[in-house]
């Protein structure tokens, strides 16, 4: 269930922050990237390095380990 809920959330966050790239791209002005949405993509972008920062953080052996542990209790 939290694996639906995220995939939820994530399809309502994903447009939302791809929206709000594409508005403060628009307001850029001078910039060589105006109206394109090159720069619209930033935000999905640093969402996946925050996501892939936090995955490199688990510790899988440790929960491979309590797993083993849960089910030997």
Same mark, same amino acid.
């Given at each position: ?5 995220? #995939? ?12 709000? #790239?594409?508005?403060? @791209? ?24 925050? #996501? @892939? ?21």
């Amino acid at each position: 269930s939290l694996y639906a809920i995220v #995939g939820k959330m994530a399809s309502v966050l994903g447009p939302a922050l791809f929206a709000l #790239g594409a508005l403060f @791209t628009s307001r850029l002005q001078g910039a060589p990237v105006v109206n394109s949405m090159a720069l619209a993509v930033l935000p999905l972008l640093l969402m996946v390095l925050v #996501g @892939t920062i936090l995955l490199l953080k688990v510790d899988v052996e440790k929960g491979r380990e309590q797993v083993r542990a849960r089910a030997d209790a």
